[in-house]
T-cell receptor, first 113, second 116 residues
Framework: QKEVEQDPGPLSVPEGAIVSLNCTYSNSAFQYFMWYRQYSRKGPELLMYTYSSGNKEDGRFTAQVDKSSKYISLFIRDSQPSDSATYLCALMNSGGSNYKLTFGKGTLLTVNP | DAGVTQSPTHLIKTRGQQVTLRCSPKSGHDTVSWYQQALGQGPQFIFQYYEEEERQRGNFPDRFSGHQFPNYSSELNVNALLLGDSALYLC???????????????FGNGTRLTVT
């Protein structure tokens, strides 16, 4: 079983739709949870990160963590064509200086005008 | 404020050859991590350098080696290239004395390596 599972999609939605992206993980040592966005031919850029279970909101984006189920989600409200990208979940054990990230495969999202 | 810069952007090598990829961290950062991203996959951690030493290593063979210079820039070397080494190689920088909350990883745009 892989440490992090993420449905690779692709996912295609109309502009304005609510998008739900998800990852599951198996290692309960993961304590920190992140979502990265990666445009084609670019490096990943950090969208959101959180430590605890619950919701964290930033504009149109909401990150949700359920540690008991080992399940994390990213919701995008009022999706825009500019949101079209690959979304990667990333997890890590420790928030100290020697951190390394474990990534999911990424979900390719297309938002159609 | 310059972000993470990587060179070259693209590279084509033949099986068995050796390759060196270069990375300059974001201004103010002193720690460099390298990741390999195969097509359709998420990035996989190769290793991390801080104070010119390898501090952590992922599950990669010894053919993958690195170096960090006093100016914090870094090189990734891969020997005896295999077809399976074809991937996007990403460099990420951060502050060695910071936590993730103070200094999250900043990624470069990567070097796309093709091994034929």
């Amino acid at each position: 079983q892989k440490e992090v599972e993420q449905d690779p999609g692709p996912l295609s939605v109309p502009e304005g739709a609510i998008v739900s992206l998800n990852c599951t993980y198996s290692n309960s040592a993961f304590q920190y949870f992140m979502w990265y966005r990666q445009y084609s031919r670019k490096g990943p850029e950090l969208l959101m990160y959180t430590y605890s279970s619950g919701n964290k909101e930033d504009g149109r984006f909401t990150a949700q963590v359920d540690k008991s189920s080992k399940y994390i989600s990213l919701f995008i409200r009022d999706s825009q064509p500019s949101d079209s990208a690959t979304y990667l979940c990333a997890l890590m054990n420790s928030g100290g200086s020697n951190y390394k990230l474990t990534f999911g495969k990424g979900t390719l999202l297309t938002v159609n005008p | 404020d310059a972000g993470v810069t990587q060179s070259p952007t693209h590279l084509i090598k033949t099986r068995g050859q050796q390759v060196t990829l270069r990375c300059s961290p974001k201004s103010g950062h002193d720690t460099v991590s390298w990741y390999q991203q195969a097509l359709g996959q998420g990035p996989q951690f190769i290793f991390q350098y801080y104070e010119e030493e390898e501090r952590q290593r992922g599950n990669f063979p010894d053919r993958f080696s690195g170096h960090q210079f006093p100016n914090y820039s870094s090189e990734l070397n891969v020997n005896a290239l295999l077809l399976g080494d074809s991937a996007l190689y990403l460099c990420a920088s951060s502050l060695g004395q910071g936590s993730f909350y103070n200094s999250p990883l900043h990624f470069g745009n990567g070097t796309r390596l093709t091994v034929t």
